[in-house]
């Protein structure tokens, strides 16, 4: 299993966190709370912090299958958060 770089997202209100977590939700990553690990699709496992002062979501893959490159993952978050940001 490998990582990826960590992902670093601004613009982050709580009602942006919430849809995010939504649309997450609907890809299989359930977040809880504004940080935690999440266990996902594919083998990958998000660990994801978010700070409500600063509207940061620091996201990193802490693991992954080799199926899955960081590039298409990152890809991914980009697309599911730019609709709320």
């Known amino acids: 299993m490998a990582s990826c770089d960590p992902f670093l997202f601004k613009g982050i209100t709580p009602q942006v966190f919430h849809s995010i977590s939504k649309e997450l939700a609907g890809k299989g990553f359930m977040l809880s709370g504004p940080q ?5 699709p594919f083998g990958i496992v998000l660990e994801y912090e978010w ?11 802490i693991e992954k299958s080799f199926f899955v490159s960081c590039n298409q993952i990152k890809q991914q978050l980009n697309q599911a958060l730019q609709q709320y940001i």
């Open 36 to 40: 935690g690990v999440v266990n996902g």
């Open 51 to 61: 700070n409500e002062l600063t509207g940061e979501l620091n996201i990193q893959v």
